[in-house]
């Protein structure tokens, strides 16, 4: 019922810049009661928390190695989060996935989202 679509992954050169999208859709879905995040995980590595706000749009929270150069929003309007990435560097190269959470807090934990998009590819050449 409930989909989330990412888009904006690519190839980019290091220290380059790309922005990723995530639109949430489904019959009565608005993400304006959903904390959002952000997940990537590189080949035979495991899911790692990127970012996340809350659902109520009062915090953002950011894994230590984007601090300074990543920054999450979202338009409640267009059922859209973002994530927009400076700076990249190799070791960002993934598939970058969105999630959302119920009420939730900007959690870091995989297991607190309910909905998963199915991912958009990001590699950062070097």
């Known amino acids: 019922q409930v989909q989330l679509v990412e888009s904006g992954g690519g190839l980019v050169q290091a220290g380059g810049s790309l922005r990723l999208s995530c639109v949430a859709s489904?019959?009565?879905?608005?993400?304006?009661?959903?904390?959002m995040g952000w997940f990537r995980q590189a080949p035979g590595k495991e899911r790692e928390f990127v970012a996340a706000i809350d659902w109520s749009d009062v915090r953002t929270y950011y894994a230590d190695f984007v601090k300074g150069r990543f920054s999450m929003s979202r338009d409640n309007a267009k059922n859209t989060v973002y994530l927009q990435m400076n700076r990249l560097n190799s070791e960002d190269t993934a598939v970058y996935y969105c999630a959302a959470a119920r009420y939730g807090l900007g959690s870091s934990r995989r297991n607190e989202y309910d909905y998963w998009g199915q991912g958009t590819q990001v590699t950062v050449s070097s």
């Open positions: 489904g019959r009565t879905f608005s993400i304006s009661s959903y904390a």
